[in-house]
Structure formats: structure tokens, C-alpha cells
T-cell receptor, first 115, second 115 residues
């Protein structure tokens, strides 16, 4: 079975500082995608960043970047210049082609940002 | 971007009654829709996957007779919680995608409270 593990239930960062959220996954498939989603207090799921497994280059979206280590099955999210609005639950997820289009989510990391 | 709506955003019902939650894709045709359940501070748990015009595929442990899912058109899926009980109180989220796409678009969620 495919699994996604986020080992940090809670993280805290000072405003303007950098924080890294960890995620590991387990799959034997070769065709898959990895995602980080943000869920603020409104509970609307927001896509933060996406990584195609076949791409070696790490994805970047403004202040958000990933460190994708395919051999280690690791997919961490780095948030630079943290802002108060970054406070939210963050979920790591995988989408595997042969799994009927399902997303498999990690347990989530609650990020708080201190002013 | 693709927009998914849910209605209602919050519903309170009495124990033993049924409640219907709608999920609509507003500006694209959703061949596949997913229904999730989320408890506070927890991850999203996939309940079922529905493809337009087909019966829904339920995840293990989800009672198909209790959580009725209908995906009658390319823009609408409904989740009906039958004979609701207080333990069914939760946050229900739908998402939609096009066939075999890795991209899922999430609705804003529906909070169900059963008294």
C-alpha cells in the first residue's frame, strides 16, 4: 500500500524566517506526482506546489520550494520569509497513476507563525 | 482556475434524518469526483470515488448504504448521509478532476452537525 508520512505534527517559525516541513512516502510505482497542500482556518484546500516524479529539478513557487529526493522517497517543503498568512495545516500528498486518480495524504503538519 | 462549489457550507440536522450535500464543478467538466471526510486536526480520509454515470467506488470501511453518492452529470455529484447520527458529524470535502488527471480541485467543504 502507498503511504505518506509527515513526522512533524506541529511546527513553529518566526515571521520572516525559513521553515522546512518534512514528508516521506512509499511507493513502488514509477509514475506519480507529489503535492503540498495548505489548509488555512477556512479549511479550503489550496495547492501550494507540485512535483512530477520524473523531473529531477526541484519545484519552486515564489517563497515555496521543495527538496525532492527520489531515491530516499523524501519530499520536504521549504517556506522562506514566512508570513503570518502562512499559518495553516500543511498536507503532503501523492497521486499515483495506477491508483485510480486517488490522492494519498499524509497526517498533516500544523504550522504556526510567530510575529 | 477551476472552481468547485459545495452546498450547503454548514448544515445541522436531527439524528435519524438524511441530509444531502452537493458538489458542483462550475467551469469545467468533472469526470471524476472524490468525497473526503475530515475530523478536526486530522487528515482527509477518502470515502469514495465517483465517475460520471457510474456507481461510486467506496473505500474500505465506508458504509455505502449510509453514504450514498450520485454522480449523474459532469458537473454535479451528491453525497447523502442517510439516517444520520451524531458520530457522522464531521467536515465533508469534495474534489473534482478530469479523467486520469493528477489535478484535483477542492470544494470549500461542508460542516455537518447531527444533534
Amino acid at each position: 500500500a502507498q503511504t505518506v508520512t509527515q513526522s512533524q505534527p506541529e511546527m513553529s517559525v518566526q515571521e520572516a524566517e525559513t521553515v522546512t516541513l518534512s514528508c516521506t512516502y512509499d511507493t513502488s510505482e514509477s509514475d506519480y506526482y507529489l503535492f503540498w497542500y495548505k489548509q488555512p482556518p477556512s479549511r479550503q484546500m489550496i495547492l501550494v506546489i507540485r512535483q512530477e516524479a520524473y523531473k529531477q529539478q526541484n519545484a519552486t513557487e515564489n517563497r515555496f520550494s521543495v527538496n525532492f529526493q527520489k531515491a530516499a522517497k523524501s519530499f520536504s517543503l521549504k517556506i522562506s520569509d514566512s508570513q503570518l498568512g502562512d499559518a495553516a495545516m500543511y498536507f503532503c500528498a501523492t497521486w499515483i497513476y495506477n491508483q485510480g486518480g486517488k490522492l494519498i495524504f499524509g497526517q498533516g503538519t500544523e504550522l504556526s507563525v510567530k510575529p | 482556475g477551476a472552481v468547485v462549489s459545495q452546498h450547503p457550507s454548514w448544515v445541522i440536522c436531527k439524528s435519524g434524518t438524511s441530509v444531502k450535500i452537493e458538489c458542483r464543478s462550475l467551469d469545467f467538466q468533472a469526470t471524476t469526483m472524490f468525497w473526503y471526510r475530515q475530523f478536526p486536526k486530522q487528515s482527509l480520509m477518502l470515502m469514495a470515488t465517483s465517475n460520471e454515470g457510474s456507481k461510486a467506488t467506496y473505500e474500505q470501511g465506508v458504509e455505502k448504504d449510509k453514504f450514498l453518492i450520485n454522480h449523474a452529470s459532469l458537473t454535479l455529484s451528491t453525497l447523502t448521509v442517510t439516517s444520520a447520527h451524531p458520530e457522522d458529524s464531521s467536515f465533508y470535502i469534495c474534489s473534482a478532476s478530469t479523467r486520469q488527471s493528477y489535478e484535483q480541485y477542492f470544494g470549500p467543504g461542508t460542516r455537518l452537525t447531527v444533534t
